[in-house]
């Protein structure tokens, strides 16, 4: 009875290492087919990075997650490295996703998901930072220039990652530079120069610099520069009246272009001071004539100043006779009448002449003709064909 005993009590202890022999290749086969699933994260610095690692069908094995520099962050649910940066989102069997917020540059590299299988089975992820790019500035303006000047604009911009663009704009229409890029670190520090041969076209154009990166989708950053230019004064007049007459109303303007602006204008006469201020008047730089009459005929000079230099224009004033300028439309009319006739007479004596010409060398081939028989070049073969004329007229003559 007691050997019946140990055996069966020798069987159940067998039949228990069966059982978790077979449970244990279970677990094996099992884990042969699994294998952790992780992606490749950009992000700008300064915000959140999540990293997450999946597993299908996992039968409660732990996931792990590791830095770059192998040390772990996060064991399952547990938290290893003491960042408060980092943080646990969600941790299951078949996930373990972490947080890394306010991430920095340093904190680029192969990041590890690790499955404690039988063996360990690993995924990396690599986390990408973009280096935000800093406002650019501009140098190498000098206010104010001078037109004729050369001057050399510089951009620059430090801390992009990777290395930003930089593109200039004249206005609103884009110029090129030339771009140089330097590393700095993890970083990149950007330069672009813009020469420019400044003119008086350059006053008040707007000089600006834009930077183009990855990490600035939304808010660009960019410099601009309004460039302010001096030059000397250009000056042309214009006039109210094409035929002025007089008792008319006209008015002389100076227009002058400068910077600094040439205020006041200087209005002569002749090379002289302005003779009747009653009727000639100045307000700034137009000169107003309240009624003209004979005496105000001559040259008008109007001249402007800077300290960058002088500039003048001259305007001749004649004043016509109100009643002689119907007389003059008559004359004008008359002297088209007659260039009109003369035109007509030149041309039919053209071709009075033209047929005249043509009916002279006809009869000279046929003079040249007749006398051809005994002569030696075509003005004997003439002669000798006009002298037989003679000849015959004399035959018949005489007969």
């Known amino acids: 009875m007691i050997l019946k005993h140990h055996l069966i009590l ?10 978790k022999v077979t449970a244990q290749r279970s677990k094996v086969r099992g884990s042969l087919g699994q294998q952790p699933l992780v ?24 996931l792990q997650w590791s830095n770059p520099a192998q040390q772990t962050l996060f064991f399952g649910d547990k938290k290893a490295l003491r960042d408060h940066r980092i943080e646990l989102v969600r941790a299951s069997w078949s ?24 063996p360990v089975k690993t995924a990396k992820a690599y986390l990408t930072v973009l280096g935000v790019p800093e ?25 992009s990652k990777p290395a930003a663009d930089l593109r200039w704009f004249r206005n609103e229409k884009e110029i090129k530079g030339a771009k140089e890029v330097n590393a700095s670190g993890r970083t990149f ?6 020469q420019l041969l400044v003119d008086r076209n350059d006053d008040g154009v707007a000089y600006t610099c834009k930077v183009d990166h990855v990490a600035l989708t939304q808010t ?4 601009t520069e309004v460039l302010e230019v001096h030059y000397a004064p250009r000056v042309v007049i214009t006039h109210s009246l094409t035929f002025p007459q007089e008792g008319q109303y006209m008015k002389l303007e100076c227009v002058s272009q400068g910077n600094p602006s040439p205020d006041p204008v200087l209005w002569t006469k ?34 402007a100043s800077n300290h960058l230099g002088t500039s003048s224009a001259e305007y001749v004033l004649y004043v016509y006779d109100p009643n002689a300028m119907g007389q003059h439309g008559t004359d004008h009319a ?63 003559y005489f007969i």
């Open 189 to 194: 520090t950007v330069t672009s120069s813009l």
């Open 220 to 223: 660009p950053q960019q410099a």
């Open 39 to 62: 992606q490749n994260v950009t992000v700008t610095e300064g915000e959140t990075a999540n990293m997450t690692c999946r597993v299908d069908h996992n039968d409660q094995t732990s």
């Open 10 to 19: 020798t069987l159940c202890a067998v039949y228990g290492i069966l059982i």
């Open 135 to 159: 406002k650019p500035e501009i140098d190498g303006l000098t206010k104010p220039a001078l037109e004729g000047d050369e001057i050399t604009l510089t951009c620059m911009t430090h801390g």
């Open 270 to 303: 002749d090379g002289g001071d302005l003779p009747d201020l009653d009727r000639m008047i100045v307000e700034g730089r137009e000169l107003t004539f309240t009624a003209l009459n004979k005496t105000d005929n001559g040259t008008y000079r109007c001249e």
């Open 334 to 396: 008359l002297i088209g009448g007659v260039v009109a006739v003369v035109v007509f007479v030149t041309l039919c004596l053209i071709i009075v002449l033209g047929r005249y010409l043509a009916r002279h060398k006809g009869t000279y081939l046929t003079n040249e003709a007749k006398g051809a028989d005994d002569a030696p070049d075509a003005d004997t073969a003439i002669i000798n064909a006009e002298g037989n004329t003679h000849a015959e007229e004399k035959k018949e």
């Open 95 to 118: 996930e373990l996703t972490i947080s890394i917020n306010e991430v920095t540059l340093a904190d680029e590299g192969m990041y590890t998901c690790s499955l404690f299988t039988m």
